[in-house]
């Protein structure tokens, strides 16, 4: 509420308080009897306070806001993932070699985990074929690499891919075929949404980031 209706519902409640003492004078031949304790209007209880979210880290991905789509054709941000340790990819759903291996990668990343563990860490799929990865695109991808709810599968415009690429440090070109040729990168983010660790190449030693995976997921 702003201040303008703030004031003006206060002068309208004490202008019905008015008129109720009025309206309820004794004569004056008759004792004053002793004023009751009334309870406040209903319309002048002070507003609720609403306790604003914390906010983001310097170092957090989430502070890029953007929205993004994911298999499922709903929108969300990245900031929806805040508060568990987070494994994410780019890729594209066409992809004829190297995003399979990555998917795999995820998997045995996951797999390496203490059982109690796995179900905690969420793992983030961005795709950078921005016109053919639809909703439908990704649910199809996600159908045929047998993905679980453990997997969120995004897609996004041009501007907010290549500003999740920067910070990710991944590169991507397109080819003549409608390929792309991209690096293949792995990134574990912390609660906060803060890189802290990052794995480059396929088929790639995971154990340095199941081990901090890990650590994240204990806290």
Same mark, same amino acid.
């Given at each position: 509420m702003n201040t303008l209706?703030?004031?003006l519902l206060l002068s309208a409640c004490a202008t019905l308080a008015a008129s109720a003492l009025s @309206?309820?004078?004794p004569a004056p031949c008759c004792p004053a009897p002793a004023p009751a304790a009334a309870a406040p209007a209903a319309c002048c209880v002070p507003e609720k306070t609403h306790t *604003?979210?914390?906010p983001t880290t310097e170092k957090s991905l989430y502070q890029l806001d953007r929205t993004w789509t994911n298999d499922a054709g709903k929108a969300v941000t990245l900031a929806s993932l805040r508060g568990r340790p987070v494994a994410i990819a780019m890729f594209f759903a066409q992809c004829e070699y190297a995003c399979p291996v990555i998917v795999n990668d995820l998997k045995r990343l996951r797999a390496s985990l203490p059982e109690a563990q796995r179900a905690g860490l969420q793992i983030v799929l961005v795709s950078f074929d921005? *016109?053919?990865d639809t909703p439908a695109a990704l649910r199809a991808f996600r159908a045929r690499m047998d993905l679980d709810a453990g997997w969120t599968l995004l897609r996004g415009e041009s501007d907010a891919v290549q500003d =999740? @690429?920067? =910070?990710l440090g991944v590169k991507?070109? @397109?080819d003549a075929r409608g390929q792309f040729a991209h690096s293949n990168i792995i990134t574990v983010l912390n609660a906060?949404?803060?890189i802290v660790h990052q794995v480059a190449g396929l088929n790639a030693d995971l154990s340095e *980031?199941? =081990?901090r995976t890990s650590q994240l997921a204990a806290k």
């Amino acid at each position: 509420m702003n201040t303008l209706a703030h004031s003006l519902l206060l002068s309208a409640c004490a202008t019905l308080a008015a008129s109720a003492l009025s @309206a309820a004078d004794p004569a004056p031949c008759c004792p004053a009897p002793a004023p009751a304790a009334a309870a406040p209007a209903a319309c002048c209880v002070p507003e609720k306070t609403h306790t *604003a979210a914390r906010p983001t880290t310097e170092k957090s991905l989430y502070q890029l806001d953007r929205t993004w789509t994911n298999d499922a054709g709903k929108a969300v941000t990245l900031a929806s993932l805040r508060g568990r340790p987070v494994a994410i990819a780019m890729f594209f759903a066409q992809c004829e070699y190297a995003c399979p291996v990555i998917v795999n990668d995820l998997k045995r990343l996951r797999a390496s985990l203490p059982e109690a563990q796995r179900a905690g860490l969420q793992i983030v799929l961005v795709s950078f074929d921005t *016109a053919r990865d639809t909703p439908a695109a990704l649910r199809a991808f996600r159908a045929r690499m047998d993905l679980d709810a453990g997997w969120t599968l995004l897609r996004g415009e041009s501007d907010a891919v290549q500003d =999740l @690429a920067m =910070l990710l440090g991944v590169k991507f070109k @397109a080819d003549a075929r409608g390929q792309f040729a991209h690096s293949n990168i792995i990134t574990v983010l912390n609660a906060e949404g803060e890189i802290v660790h990052q794995v480059a190449g396929l088929n790639a030693d995971l154990s340095e *980031a199941a =081990l901090r995976t890990s650590q994240l997921a204990a806290k």
